[in-house]
C-alpha cells in the first residue's frame, strides 16, 4: 500500500520550546494531507487540512497560530507546535489519501 | 449521540475463534466506511473497505446496512496477531476533504 513516513517519532522537549513534525509520502504525490491528534484511549481527532500551496483549514477549536502547518511541496506537510506545554502532549498522526487514507507512523510529543 | 459508536469491549477469545464486532453512525449522508486495525502506540492501518453488498478479504468479511446505518466485521479462526483495536471509520459527505469520523475503537484480545 501506499506510504506515509513521518519523523520525528518521538520529541521529548521543555514547556515554551517549537517542536517541528514533517509528514511525507514516500510514493505519491498528495495535495492533501491531514493532521490528526490522538489522546490516550481517544479517538483519532482531526485538527487540520494541510492544502499544497495554499493555507490549512483547521477545525473548530484547534488554533492556527499555535499549530502552524506548511505544505511546500507534493510530498511533504510539515505540523509545528509552537510554544508547547504539557497539555500538548500527544500522538501526532499524519495521513494522506488516495481511495483510503494511510496513515503515517505517528510522533509521541511530551512536554515537560 | 456520538457520530459513530462501537463497543469498546475488551473482546477476550481464544484462538480459533470466530468474533463479530458491530458499529453504528448517525449521520445518513456517510458515504464511505473502513475499518482499521490500531495497535497499542501505533498509527491506524486500513484493515478494508465496506461496500453495500459486503465483502471478503481472507478471514475478515464486512457488511454494511445502510438502512440501519450499522457496520460490521467478521474474524474468523482467530489468530494470536489478530490481537488489536479495531477502529469503525466513515467518511461524510460534505466533510473537509477525506475527513474521516473514528470511532473510539473495539479492543481484541486473541489468547493462545
Known amino acids: 500500500g501506499a506510504v506515509v513516513s513521518q519523523h520525528p517519532s518521538r520529541v521529548i522537549c521543555k514547556s515554551g520550546t517549537s517542536v517541528k513534525i514533517e509528514c511525507r509520502s514516500l510514493d505519491f504525490q498528495a495535495t492533501t494531507m491531514f493532521w490528526y491528534r490522538q489522546f490516550p484511549k481517544q479517538s483519532l481527532m482531526l485538527m487540520a487540512t494541510s492544502n499544497e500551496g495554499s493555507k490549512a483549514t483547521y477545525e473548530q477549536g484547534v488554533e492556527k497560530d499555535k499549530f502552524l502547518i506548511n505544505h511546500a511541496s507534493l510530498t511533504l506537510s510539515t505540523l509545528t507546535v509552537t510554544s508547547a506545554h504539557p497539555e500538548d502532549s500527544s500522538f501526532y498522526i499524519c495521513?494522506?489519501?488516495?481511495?483510503?487514507?494511510?496513515f503515517g507512523p505517528g510522533t509521541r510529543l511530551t512536554v515537560l | 449521540r456520538k457520530e459513530v459508536e462501537q463497543d469498546p469491549g475488551p473482546f477476550n477469545v481464544p484462538e480459533g475463534a470466530t468474533v463479530a464486532f458491530n458499529c453504528t453512525y448517525s449521520?445518513?449522508?456517510?458515504?464511505?466506511f473502513f475499518w482499521y486495525r490500531q495497535d497499542c502506540r501505533k498509527e491506524p492501518k486500513l484493515l478494508m473497505s465496506?461496500?453495500?453488498s459486503g465483502n471478503e478479504d481472507g478471514r475478515f468479511t464486512a457488511q454494511l446496512n445502510r438502512a440501519s446505518q450499522y457496520i460490521s466485521l467478521l474474524i474468523r479462526d482467530s489468530k494470536l496477531s489478530d490481537s488489536a483495536t479495531y477502529l469503525c471509520?466513515?467518511?461524510?459527505?460534505?466533510?473537509?476533504?477525506?475527513?474521516?469520523?473514528f470511532g473510539k475503537g473495539t479492543k481484541l484480545s486473541v489468547k493462545p
Open positions: 449521520n445518513s449522508a456517510s458515504q464511505s
Open positions: 465496506v461496500y453495500s
Open positions: 495521513s494522506a489519501r488516495l481511495e483510503a487514507q494511510f
Open positions: 471509520v466513515v467518511r461524510v459527505i460534505g466533510g473537509s476533504q477525506g475527513n474521516l469520523i
